[in-house]
């Protein structure tokens, strides 16, 4: 190309330069961009045929875009070339700065390798810078590095056949096709940074727009729950305090969502389960509590906790998830109820009378001296022990509770059924830690020595199987009923009347002497034998009890058998005409 009109070719490449560099940096796409640096190579640089071999990810090289020949261009382009295969093309010939021109009289080694190729025919070169139709030309692209110098990473590689002049480019068509390629470069690394930024941005509306239709999901669910929710502050001084609450939750505590905001779940939670909160985790903890409602009464709930989390900042607050389990509750107490009482007269049965026997005494029983084990008992049950004006006998009168309160379902009817009594406590008591356990003693010999110990009194119905026969089981049930409730209204709050089967029932009074167990006996045969008046008749029923001692050392069992014991020793030291009933 050293002619005399080099200078005015050196113009027009430069003006072709010009309007093809241009052209490369407005393209709107990589594709874009990639054909029209095929394009340029063959309008501004005075080819017949360029391709464009992009690396892809994995190295390898694959011809991204062909200008100059259709036949070709549906040929090889979308073929790939090995990464191996391509060193080796990079690596051979001659290098003309960073392109390598390989001559036909050595690249016919590469004809059988695994990069795409377009042969083209002609005839053998007459002179020594003719093009022979199997010479090689690639000009590699690599990233920009700093001052404009080509470094690094290769980006691909421009392949060039067929200068339309016929001969080997001279110093300056090699020049202008190095600098194309240095710009080929940098549009096409500007290209891919747009189509990353555009994907970017895609994926970021994308994220956007799933992340409000999470929101106005979690929104919706939130709102719209069945169950209560609520949103609470998690961390800092203001830990716990709500911030958000559904309508189902202040339908359930019958206070507004302006109201909500100004307490935490502390504030509101039952004073006996406030523990219970505060052991409850926050990330998936759950706990069945008590929470006050605006009028004063509490409901039984289930609370589940989760956090939710941001992945930079942390925990960002505390969902409470807060289920009504009023119903469940209730219907739990009523069964509780029912496997512990006695369906007909609703007294204990025979199971919870030997549970409580059992945890008043142990299997150790503990040597004290009399007065000590007067002292011991007094302090434990001192509540009983102070005596009214009526007598010795004080504490016994009409008008007491009939029986120990249960710790489930009494409680609950205690409270008028409003919801807030219930009282499930742990399992276990106060004497499960012997440490802790006071012994439970019993007067030595028969006279009162003014021991307090817990009397078992053992009591059998006299006569009441010829009411059976005489009037029926209606009317036995009826009788047995009436026992009941005299017997319960005899004894002390604390006192536990039980039906242990039958016509056989049995009191447990704790903090009695002797003679308190004696009159205690004589006072609630004088209630039972009154006469009870069933479907107009009146019916008369005797009663006769052996007095028990139960303390440390003996089985629950035990304790009852003895009393049942000096029941029949009872009975049978009576007139039988004074068991029998009318």
Request: with cysteine.
């Amino acid at each position: 190309m050293e002619t005399e009109s080099e200078p005015y070719v050196r113009l027009t490449t430069l003006r072709q330069l010009h309007q093809v560099m241009a052209d490369m940096n407005t393209a709107r796409s990589l594709a874009d961009t990639l054909q029209t640096v095929a394009d340029g190579v063959v309008n501004g640089l005075g080819y017949e045929l360029a391709c464009v071999n992009l690396v892809r990810p994995d190295g390898d090289l694959v011809v991204a875009a062909l200008s100059g020949n259709s036949a070709a261009e549906a040929l090889i382009t979308g073929r790939v070339g090995s990464r191996a295969s391509w060193d080796r093309r990079l690596n051979m010939g001659e290098a003309w700065g960073d392109l390598r021109f390989i001559p036909h009289t050595e690249g016919w080694v590469l004809d059988e390798d695994d990069v795409p190729q377009w042969y083209t025919d002609g005839p053998a070169p007459r002179f020594e810078d003719e093009w022979h139709p199997s010479d090689r030309l690639f000009a590699p692209m690599y990233t920009p590095g700093a001052g404009g110098a080509s470094c690094g990473e290769l980006l691909g590689v421009l392949s060039v056949d067929r200068p339309r002049n016929g001969r080997r480019p001279g110093a300056w068509g090699r020049e202008a096709l190095q600098m194309y390629a240095f710009q080929a470069a940098i549009a096409i690394s500007n290209a891919r940074l747009r189509a990353n930024m555009q994907r970017a941005l895609v994926r970021l509306e994308r994220e956007q727009q799933a992340l409000r239709a999470s929101e106005e999901s979690f929104r919706q669910a939130f709102e719209y729950a069945p169950s209560g929710m609520a949103i609470a502050e998690m961390g800092g001084d203001q830990h716990g305090r709500i911030l958000r609450t559904n309508d189902a939750l202040c339908r359930l505590l019958g206070r507004p969502a302006s109201a909500m905001r100004r307490y935490a779940f502390s504030d509101l939670v039952h004073p006996e389960d406030i523990g219970t909160l505060l052991r409850t985790s926050a990330e998936g903890g759950r706990a069945e509590l008590r929470l006050g409602r605006r009028d004063g009464t509490y409901v039984w709930v289930s609370l589940r906790n989760s956090v939710v989390a941001d992945a930079a900042d942390g925990p960002r607050f505390l969902l409470t998830h807060v289920e009504d389990i009023e119903e469940r509750k209730r219907r739990e107490l009523q069964l509780a109820h029912r496997a512990s009482h006695d369906a007909l007269t609703g007294l204990p049965n025979s199971a919870e009378l030997r549970s409580r026997l059992s945890a008043r005494i142990c299997q150790r029983p503990q040597s004290l001296p009399a007065g000590a084990a007067a002292d011991s008992m007094n302090a434990a049950f001192g509540q009983f022990g102070e005596q009214g004006e009526g007598g010795e006998f004080g504490e016994y009168g009409a008008g007491h509770a009939a029986r120990l309160p249960h710790p489930s379902f009494d409680a609950y009817e205690a409270a008028g059924h409003s919801g807030h009594a219930f009282d499930f406590h742990a399992a276990g008591g106060p004497y499960d830690a012997f440490d802790h356990h006071v012994h439970t003693v019993a007067p030595e010999d028969e006279r009162d020595d003014g021991t307090k110990g817990l009397a078992v009194l053992f009591c059998d119905l006299d006569g009441f199987k010829s009411i059976n026969d005489r009037f029926g089981h209606n009317a036995g049930d009826a009788v047995l009923i009436e026992v009941a409730r005299r017997l319960s209204r005899g004894v002390r709050d604390g006192d536990t009347v039980a039906r242990l089967g039958g016509d056989e029932f049995v009191v447990l009074a704790d903090g009695l002497g002797r003679a308190d167990a004696q009159d205690l006996a004589v006072r609630l045969r004088n209630e039972i034998i009154q006469p009870i008046r069933v479907d107009g008749r009146a019916m008369r029923v005797g009663a006769s009890f052996g007095i028990g001692w139960a303390h440390c050392g003996m089985t629950a069992d035990e304790v009852l058998k003895s009393a049942d014991e000096r029941m029949y020793v009872e009975k049978r030291s009576r007139p039988r005409q004074h068991r029998r009933a009318g």
